[in-house]
């Protein structure tokens, strides 16, 4: 079945320091509450791993949501030039950057090859990098066991397409359309709970300051997210 694509004009604007806060707050409630639950003398020794397992996911992603929102405030070309990226050789760091954190969701991920004659785009290679994290986050929570992360690499005519497809829920347009509007809102229940439109604000916005672009394609089992980034004007790697 075709993916119907969602791209750029549809992601939102500012949060508001309301919603940063009840993004930020969520996550600190969840581990207070995993905490209290190692204290309980009924719960088994497995449980307790997984406990800590899940602390350690939960911690890490809020942090660097935070490191990410403080960066969206200040994306200055000074403090995140342009240069040219191999998106294959950012894909291999990012995969072994997540690795861990894969192996505790217990998720297989597909990363494209590296080749030395890949297109070369014009980035910054941090910023990037956390669009892809984001991306990946998204697809570890929600993809079903047994199913494997597709992470691709295509070029265009003119930009290149990193793309992270999960096999999960199905989410429509009118639902996807409602999880925007809680950036804002915060009134609507989300087909994906967990799911965070600030890390897809923090996407967006670091993709606008690349010259480059955010989209989503769903699909009837699952999502995939993608950033388009322009080819830069140099030679490719030989």
Known sequence: MAGKEWSDADFGGLPSVLVAAHELKTPLALIRQLALLLDDDLTSSADKTQIQQRII?????AL???IDLA??????PSLFPLEPVNPLALCQQVAMETK???????RKVSWP???RNSQLILANR???GRILANFLNNALAYTEDGSEIKVSVKATKDAVRMSVRDFGPMMSLKEYRLLLDEMETRKTVRTRPESSGLGIYVANQFARAMNGRIGLIRHRDGLTFYVEMPI???LSLI
């Open 113 to 115: 090859k590296s080749s």
């Open 71 to 76: 960066n969206s405030a200040n994306l200055t």
């Open 57 to 61: 996911r939960t911690s890490e992603q």
């Open 232 to 234: 830069s004007r140099q």
């Open 100 to 106: 861990f954190k894969a192996i505790l969701y217990g």
């Open 126 to 128: 941090t910023l990037l």
């Open 64 to 66: 660097q949501l935070t």
